[in-house]
Structures are given as C-alpha cells and as structure tokens.
C-alpha cells in the first residue's frame, strides 16, 4: 500500500512559476513510477507527466515547460511548472505505477496507476 500526498499548488499569474511536490509512503517508493495528472472543470483527466526508473515523458502541451523529478532517498517527486498558461489550471494529482516502473512512455492513461494522491489546485490568473 503506497500513500500520496501532494502540495505546492496555488494562485499564480500566466507565465509564472509553481513546484508541486508529492510524498509517498512506505518503504518501496524506488520500485514504482510516478505519474502527474490533471483535471479541470468539466473536462476528463488528462496526463501531465511520467517518470520512471528509466525516464520522463511528458504530454506534449507541457513539453519545454514542465519538469518532473524524484528523490528516492526523501520519497519524493516534483513537479516544476515554469511559464504556466491559464489551460494549466487544474487539480494535480500524483499516481504510482508498481507493475511496469521501468517503462518510461507509453502508459499515459490513469488505469496503468495503482495508487492516487488527493490532489492539489494550481489556478493561473490571465
């Protein structure tokens, strides 16, 4: 069983900056991929970004923008969001994937995770 947390959303103005963190629980936090996921009003949930053991994905809308990143040691992973658009505005979400963690692309749909976070709001201001 793997808990997320997620943290650093807020209230930022078009072009600028947020980190969002999450933390995950348990002892085996090397063994799976994280994944970022998005969801705003009125629309489904979309993927952000992937990092396996192996690498990152990213959808392309957040290329050349977003960073994801991981600290294995503190059980952590990051999100850094730098010239943020108002069609980033979204609840975030963290998601752990325990079945292919050395997959770097390809599982960009919410089923391939096992495990969510609760989420965190990023609104950005036009």
């Known amino acids: 069983q793997v808990q997320l947390v997620e943290s650093g959303g807020g209230l930022v103005q078009t072009g600028g900056s947020l980190r969002l963190s999450c933390v995950a629980s348990?002892?085996?936090?090397?063994?799976?991929?994280m994944g970022w996921f998005r969801q705003a009003p009125g629309k489904d949930r979309s993927f952000v970004s992937r990092?396996?053991?192996?690498?990152?994905d990213y959808a392309d809308s957040v290329k050349g923008r977003f960073t994801n990143s991981r600290d294995n040691a503190k059980n952590m992973v990051y999100l850094q969001m730098d010239n943020l658009k108002p069609e980033d505005a979204a609840v975030y979400y963290c998601?752990?994937?325990?079945?292919?963690?050395?997959?770097?692309?390809?599982?960009?749909?919410?089923?391939?995770?096992?495990?969510w976070g609760q989420g965190t709001q990023v609104t950005v201001s036009s």
């Open positions: 998601a752990a994937d325990g079945r292919a963690p050395l997959i770097r692309a390809g599982r960009r749909v919410g089923s391939a995770y096992d495990y």
């Open positions: 348990g002892r085996t936090f090397n063994r799976y991929a």
């Open positions: 990092i396996s053991l192996s690498g990152t």
